[in-house]
């Protein structure tokens, strides 16, 4: 994970990367202007089930999620405009060169929030490594 986020950080430098999930009223406004994303291990399955390699050879499933916020008077669209952008940092993680530990990096599925939380707005991505 940390590696992940290392990687993360060189591919979006402007933003915030954390492995501490927070909501937007516990994030400060200027973090949430440069854009954060937070790095979160959500399961891990798949293991091999034959002698001598049980409960190995898994996939770790995680998700990372990203939070912006905008001016108060922005238009919806502007939310999505910003969500794209985050969106296209994860396509660039998902392409980028990665160290060893997380070589089998795998974008799974991005949302975002569909212009309901203006002037806020976020993405969730699920990747499998």
Same mark, same amino acid.
């Given at each position: 994970?940390? /590696?992940?986020?290392?990687?993360?950080?060189?591919?979006?430098? =402007? %933003? $915030?990367?954390?492995?501490?999930?927070?909501?937007? /009223?516990? %994030?400060?406004?200027?973090d @949430?202007?440069? =854009?954060?994303?937070?790095?979160?291990?959500?399961?891990?399955?798949?293991? /091999? !089930?034959?002698? &001598? %390699?049980? =409960?190995?050879? &898994?996939k770790?499933?995680?998700?990372? $999620? &990203?939070? *912006?916020? @905008?001016?108060?008077?922005?238009?919806?669209? /502007?939310?999505?405009?910003? #969500?794209? !952008?985050?969106?296209? #940092?994860?396509?660039? @993680?998902?392409?980028? *060169?990665?160290? #060893?530990?997380?070589? !089998?990096?795998?974008?799974?599925?991005? %949302? !975002?929030?569909?212009? @309901?939380?203006?002037?806020? &707005?976020?993405?969730?991505? #699920?990747?499998?490594?």
């Amino acid at each position: 994970m940390n /590696a992940l986020k290392v990687q993360l950080q060189t591919v979006a430098p =402007g %933003r $915030v990367v954390t492995r501490d999930l927070a909501d937007f /009223a516990s %994030r400060s406004n200027d973090d @949430l202007k440069k =854009g954060v994303y937070t790095l979160i291990a959500r399961s891990e399955n798949n293991y /091999a !089930n034959y002698p &001598g %390699r049980a =409960g190995q050879l &898994g996939k770790l499933s995680i998700f990372i $999620v &990203g939070q *912006i916020k @905008l001016t108060e008077n922005a238009m919806p669209s /502007a939310v999505e405009d910003a #969500e794209f !952008n985050m969106i296209e #940092e994860l396509k660039a @993680l998902a392409q980028s *060169i990665l160290p #060893e530990i997380v070589s !089998n990096l795998q974008l799974q599925s991005v %949302r !975002n929030s569909s212009q @309901l939380e203006t002037p806020y &707005g976020w993405v969730s991505s #699920e990747w499998i490594i």
